[in-house]
């Protein structure tokens, strides 16, 4: 035996009069070999201890069976210094066992989950716990190599009291397995859980947490997801995703959220008193409705952005004779006493089309508050909504009602607890029925005084709060990774600049000094970095293929830079296929004479994602290829290459191919990118008549603001999925050019004063309030 493996013999129990049948002892061990071998002798009370230290490609397996007084112990010596990586993973099998304060980074699993609570379809855990755990950007190298960071399976587990930051490819963070009857009805508990940072994946499978699938939709899981708090998780539209029967989300806050919690499948679910918190940031989202027998009450909501699929409440239209995987009727559901404040969009009936026809019925709306301070036009009506009993809401006076029966216009004051939820100062009695016993309660779980309206009651906002915050939440002993102060470094030629990146730390920045440098190879980017001239514009000749290559996730900020194509050079920057998105800024640069007829500018590779790309004060010139080319995902799928595409004060000129293509394919209606903007951008003598000077193909919104075309290249938008939202206002096509605008598009607000382009001085008119149209050389240079 190893002289790693210890055996410790706890006698204290005796020591306390305390009776055991058998002794409780502790193995500590230090190797996967000494792990096998203790793993064998566990029995009811005692513990298994991995010693301090890094534990690389460990796949354990944690068999064995305690009791309830007497659960089996997985734990490290210390929380935080026991660190599996590499190809580590985790098996649970057996009964009352418990995981604790293990830490999983620096890898990825090796099959297709971290933590599993099970060996088979057989072999499976019940009773068991994983609690005090981290999981910290734990992610497969390829982003659509799909995995799952936990799977439950079995029946009254409890995953509690984890972080989980990071994930980046496709596959929920965390998974309820339904698929055999020995984990159905499983009353499994998932509370007080940090979900962190869920990165945006760009396609299907994004989800937090996902419980049962389409194809067991109808099984009752009896899952509870209980005070859970989520932070910025963006994978997709369904932050959480249920797809299974009776299962209960309660007092979970949503925090900048991307997403919503989707009832997407199964019946009889119950939404009660979460907190969605969007901050107004954009595409924040709330709760979406679909199915039967859905209940959500109690629950408060404030500065939600998104809409459709986003909306702070979207409830669905659905399909005649749906199949399991697609959308069934919302019936008999009921939305009562719950809280929307500043949320820009309720929608009722969304989706509705040639396919979604049937909408809800026998549903009811009732004592909910309505209130926005700025924006009056927040209902978005898709459909007949004869089917749903509107009764004692209340809705601000400055916002349109649809209908009268159902709402009442109220001057509402607001007070602000000390946690910053807002609540009437005054209760908000109803006339309306009450709808069942729970609505006796509010948010607090405190008995309401009267039928009141919205989720907060007045009267009692001094009672205990129930809800998630970041001191109830996830681990107390793990510090997330912090970045090292930015150090200055001066380029002072092409050697110093490839020594310099190759030297520097993430964040740093390389400002040159030089005015002409010469790049022979690319500049591998595989950290946060700045690059920048120190002065005026350094100019930048380009004789290898690839100027800037990202290979990771990472920020590259350009800026002063002027780049010339010289014989080979071809892309200008390449994003490469990481598992994490990049961020790409670029400030006040030019691009010119790239000569190669492939040539692109800015172009996203295969399985590449921009999570934000921003493009101002910069010339992109006399290029035989492409500008911007995010058009490398063609199988149609529902994946792009870029979330948020924002030019301001832009020209592109004399420009063979298309200056910007975008290019998201397929139905999928999981994500809700791309979205661009762009304002004050010049497209001269770029296309042709064959060739589009814009081409925007199944992306989810726009809004382009002043800016015009000038020859035979047109502006091209192409709707495939969704009901994406366009904005043009106040440009200008010109010599030929034309915009050939998809009508799915419904909200379009174009206007042409017929402004004319100066080709003499490369000015244009301004618009009728003073704006500038199109590029500017004296335009002010500013921030996004």
């Given at each position: 035996m190893?002289?790693?493996?210890?055996?410790?013999?706890l006698?204290?129990?005796f020591?306390?009069?305390?009776?055991?049948?058998?002794?409780?002892?502790t193995?500590?061990?230090?190797?996967?070999?000494?792990?096998?071998?203790?793993?064998?002798?566990?029995?009811?009370?005692d513990?298994?201890?991995?010693?301090?230290?890094?534990?690389?490609?460990?796949?354990?397996?944690?068999?064995?069976?305690?009791?309830?007084?007497?659960p089996?112990?997985?734990c490290?010596?210390?929380?935080?210094?026991v660190?599996?990586?590499?190809?580590?993973d985790l098996?649970?099998?057996?009964?009352?066992?418990v995981?604790d304060?293990?830490?999983f980074k620096?890898g990825?699993?090796?099959?297709k989950?971290?933590?599993?609570?099970?060996?088979d379809?057989?072999?499976?855990?019940?009773?068991?716990?994983?609690?005090?755990?981290v999981?910290?950007?734990?992610?497969?190298?390829?982003k659509?190599?799909?995995?799952?960071?936990?799977?439950?399976?079995?029946?009254?587990?409890?995953?509690?009291?984890?972080?989980?930051?990071?994930?980046?490819?496709?596959?929920?963070?965390?998974?309820?397995?339904l698929?055999?009857?020995?984990?159905?009805?499983?009353?499994?508990?998932?509370?007080?859980?940090?979900?962190?940072?869920?990165?945006?994946?760009?396609?299907?499978?994004?989800?937090?947490?996902?419980?049962?699938?389409s194809?067991?939709?109808?099984?009752?899981?009896?899952?509870?997801?209980?005070?859970?708090?989520?932070?910025?998780?963006?994978?997709?539209?369904?932050?959480?995703?249920?797809?299974?029967?009776?299962?209960k989300f309660?007092?979970?806050?949503?925090?900048e959220?991307?997403?919503?919690?989707?009832?997407?499948?199964?019946?009889?679910?119950?939404?009660?008193g979460?907190?969605?918190?969007g901050?107004?940031?954009e595409y924040?989202?709330?709760?979406?409705?679909?199915n039967?027998?859905?209940?959500?009450?109690?629950?408060?909501?404030?500065?939600?952005?998104?809409?459709r699929?986003?909306?702070?409440?979207a409830?669905?239209?659905?399909?005649?004779?749906?199949?399991?995987?697609?959308?069934m009727?919302?019936?008999?559901?009921?939305?009562?006493?719950?809280?929307?404040i500043?949320?820009?969009?309720?929608?009722l009936?969304?989706?509705?089309?040639?396919?979604?026809?049937?909408?809800p019925?026998?549903t009811?709306?009732?004592?909910?508050?309505?209130?926005?301070?700025?924006r009056s036009?927040?209902?978005?009506i898709?459909?007949?909504?004869?089917?749903?009993q509107?009764?004692?809401?209340?809705?601000?006076?400055?916002?349109?009602?649809?209908?009268?029966?159902?709402?009442?216009?109220?001057?509402?004051?607001?007070?602000?607890?000390?946690?910053?939820i807002?609540?009437?100062?005054?209760?908000?009695?109803?006339?309306?029925?009450?709808v069942?016993?729970?609505?006796?309660?509010?948010q607090r779980?405190?008995?309401?005084?009267?039928?009141?309206?919205g989720?907060?009651?007045?009267?009692?906002?001094?009672?205990?709060?129930?809800?998630?915050?970041?001191e109830?939440?996830?681990?107390?002993?793990?510090?997330?990774?912090?970045?090292?102060?930015?150090?200055?470094?001066?380029?002072?030629?092409?050697g110093?600049?490839?020594?310099?990146?190759?030297?520097a730390?993430?964040?740093?920045?390389?400002?040159?000094?030089?005015?002409?440098l010469r790049?022979?190879?690319?500049?591998i980017?595989?950290?946060?970095?700045?690059?920048?001239?120190?002065n005026?514009?350094?100019?930048?000749?380009?004789?290898?293929?690839?100027?800037?290559?990202?290979?990771?996730?990472v920020?590259?900020e350009?800026?002063?830079?002027?780049?010339?194509?010289?014989s080979?050079?071809?892309?200008?920057?390449?994003?490469?296929?990481?598992?994490?998105?990049?961020?790409?800024?670029?400030?006040?640069?030019e691009?010119?004479?790239y000569?190669?007829?492939?040539?692109?500018?800015?172009?996203?590779?295969?399985?590449?994602?921009i999570?934000?790309?921003?493009?101002?004060?910069?010339?992109?010139?006399?290029?035989?290829?492409?500008?911007i080319?995010?058009?490398?995902?063609?199988?149609?799928?529902?994946?792009?290459n870029v979330?948020?595409?924002?030019?301001?004060?832009?020209?592109?000129?004399?420009?063979?191919?298309?200056?910007?293509?975008?290019?998201?394919?397929?139905?999928?209606?999981?994500?809700?990118?791309?979205?661009?903007?762009?304002?004050?951008?010049?497209?001269?003598n770029?296309?042709?008549?064959?060739?589009?000077?814009?081409t925007?193909?199944?992306?989810?919104?726009?809004?382009v603001?002043?800016?015009?075309?000038?020859?035979?290249?047109?502006f091209?938008?192409k709707?495939?999925?969704?009901?994406?939202v366009?904005?043009i206002?106040?440009?200008n096509?010109?010599?030929?050019?034309?915009?050939?605008?998809?009508?799915?598009?419904?909200?379009?607000?174009?206007?042409?004063?017929?402004?004319k382009?100066?080709?003499?001085?490369?000015?244009?008119?301004?618009?009728?309030?003073?704006?500038?149209?199109?590029?500017?050389?004296?335009?002010a240079?500013?921030?996004?």
């Amino acid at each position: 035996m190893s002289k790693n493996f210890i055996k410790i013999l706890l006698c204290g129990a005796f020591l306390l009069g305390i009776n055991f049948s058998v002794s409780a002892e502790t193995y500590k061990v230090s190797s996967v070999e000494d792990y096998n071998t203790a793993v064998g002798k566990l029995a009811a009370g005692d513990t298994l201890m991995l010693a301090n230290g890094v534990w690389t490609d460990a796949q354990l397996i944690f068999k064995a069976n305690g009791t309830a007084e007497k659960p089996v112990v997985l734990c490290a010596e210390t929380k935080g210094k026991v660190t599996l990586e590499g190809k580590s993973d985790l098996r649970l099998v057996g009964n009352y066992l418990v995981v604790d304060g293990l830490v999983f980074k620096n890898g990825s699993a090796s099959k297709k989950a971290v933590i599993r609570f099970s060996k088979d379809k057989e072999q499976v855990a019940n009773y068991s716990r994983v609690t005090n755990c981290v999981i910290s950007y734990y992610n497969k190298e390829e982003k659509l190599d799909k995995d799952h960071w936990v799977e439950l399976y079995g029946r009254y587990n409890r995953l509690d009291h984890n972080l989980f930051e990071g994930k980046s490819n496709v596959g929920p963070v965390v998974v309820v397995i339904l698929k055999e009857e020995n984990s159905r009805n499983n009353h499994h508990s998932i509370d007080n859980n940090h979900f962190k940072d869920r990165i945006t994946t760009g396609s299907n499978g994004g989800e937090t947490i996902r419980i049962g699938t389409s194809f067991t939709s109808l099984e009752a899981s009896r899952t509870v997801v209980r005070q859970n708090y989520f932070e910025r998780c963006n994978g997709e539209v369904e932050v959480v995703s249920n797809k299974s029967c009776e299962n209960k989300f309660l007092y979970n806050t949503f925090f900048e959220c991307e997403g919503s919690l989707v009832l997407r499948h199964g019946h009889n679910n119950w939404v009660e008193g979460n907190y969605f918190i969007g901050n107004n940031v954009e595409y924040t989202g709330g709760v979406r409705v679909i199915n039967e027998g859905q209940t959500v009450v109690n629950n408060y909501f404030e500065g939600i952005t998104g809409r459709r699929f986003r909306a702070a409440l979207a409830v669905m239209n659905g399909i005649p004779n749906s199949p399991a995987n697609r959308y069934m009727q919302v019936l008999r559901s009921t939305i009562s006493q719950n809280t929307f404040i500043d949320c820009d969009h309720i929608e009722l009936g969304v989706g509705s089309d040639e396919e979604r026809t049937l909408p809800p019925s026998e549903t009811v709306l009732s004592n909910n508050l309505f209130l926005h301070s700025s924006r009056s036009d927040i209902f978005g009506i898709n459909d007949d909504v004869s089917g749903i009993q509107f009764s004692g809401n209340v809705i601000g006076e400055n916002i349109k009602a649809f209908q009268e029966e159902g709402f009442t216009k109220k001057n509402v004051a607001l007070s602000v607890d000390k946690d910053g939820i807002k609540y009437p100062s005054e209760v908000l009695e109803s006339t309306a029925v009450w709808v069942d016993a729970r609505s006796y309660q509010d948010q607090r779980q405190s008995e309401r005084t009267s039928n009141e309206v919205g989720a907060v009651s007045a009267s009692n906002i001094e009672k205990a709060k129930v809800w998630a915050t970041l001191e109830t939440a996830g681990v107390k002993w793990w510090t997330s990774e912090k970045n090292e102060e930015a150090t200055v470094h001066t380029v002072k030629s092409s050697g110093a600049l490839y020594k310099a990146l190759a030297t520097a730390k993430s964040g740093d920045v390389l400002k040159i000094t030089a005015t002409k440098l010469r790049l022979k190879k690319p500049l591998i980017i595989d950290k946060d970095i700045t690059i920048q001239a120190a002065n005026s514009k350094v100019l930048i000749e380009q004789y290898a293929t690839t100027a800037f290559e990202v290979t990771e996730g990472v920020k590259l900020e350009l800026k002063g830079l002027k780049l010339v194509g010289k014989s080979k050079a071809k892309y200008a920057v390449q994003t490469l296929a990481t598992d994490l998105p990049s961020y790409l800024t670029v400030t006040d640069c030019e691009f010119s004479d790239y000569l190669n007829a492939e040539s692109i500018i800015f172009n996203g590779g295969k399985m590449s994602m921009i999570a934000e790309f921003k493009l101002q004060n910069s010339v992109i010139k006399n290029i035989n290829g492409h500008g911007i080319y995010m058009h490398a995902e063609l199988d149609d799928k529902g994946r792009y290459n870029v979330e948020r595409l924002k030019m301001k004060n832009v020209l592109f000129t004399e420009i063979k191919g298309i200056a910007v293509d975008v290019y998201r394919g397929g139905m999928d209606e999981s994500t809700m990118g791309p979205v661009i903007a762009m304002d004050r951008c010049s497209f001269i003598n770029t296309g042709s008549k064959e060739t589009p000077a814009v081409t925007l193909h199944g992306l989810q919104g726009f809004k382009v603001n002043c800016s015009v075309w000038h020859g035979e290249g047109d502006f091209v938008v192409k709707v495939t999925s969704g009901g994406p939202v366009g904005k043009i206002e106040d440009c200008n096509f010109s010599a030929g050019a034309e915009l050939n605008l998809d009508p799915a598009f419904t909200e379009v607000n174009l206007t042409n004063n017929e402004l004319k382009f100066h080709s003499e001085t490369l000015e244009l008119d301004k618009t009728q309030d003073g704006r500038p149209l199109g590029y500017s050389m004296e335009l002010a240079k500013g921030d996004f």
